[in-house]
Nanobody
Framework: QVQLVESGGGLVQAGGSLRLSCTAS????????MGWFRQAPGKERQFVARISRNGGVIYDVQSVKGRFTISRDNAKNTVYLQMNSLKPDDTAVYYC????????????????WGQGTQVTVSS
């Protein structure tokens, strides 16, 4: 069982930055691939970025290219999402998720989810 707790969301002006954190319980964090997803009102949950157990990263290039960076610190059981040059279209609830073994861009492949953190970008 893995419990995930996100933090770091908030209200920011367009062009600003936020860093989201997601801390996992348990001693097996390093065996999980981690992903960040977001969901805006009335829309489906969207893949943002994922990171493998050993640090390999994949982004949804179209939406976050060059602006977001995912990273992880296995010693702290934490995955991060650094978000720069934020746009109003980035407004959503952001979720982190854990998948045992290999990562995926498909949210249905993840076993564990955090409660989400709201990110609001004003124009």
């Amino acid at each position: 069982q893995v419990q995930l707790v996100e933090s770091g969301g908030g209200l920011v002006q367009a062009g600003g930055s936020l860093r989201l954190s997601c801390t996992a319980s348990g001693r097996t964090f390093s065996t999980y691939a981690m992903g960040w997803f977001r969901q805006a009102p009335g829309k489906e949950r969207q893949f943002v970025a994922r990171i493998s157990r050993n640090g390999g990263v994949i982004y949804d290039v179209q939406s976050v290219k060059g602006r977001f960076t995912i990273s992880r610190d296995n010693a702290k059981n934490t995955v991060y999402l650094q978000m720069n040059s934020l746009k109003p279209d980035d407004t959503a609830v952001y979720y982190c998720a854990a998948r045992y073994g290999f990562g995926s861009s498909d949210p249905t492949q993840y076993e564990y989810w955090g409660q989400g953190t709201q990110v609001t970008v004003s124009s």
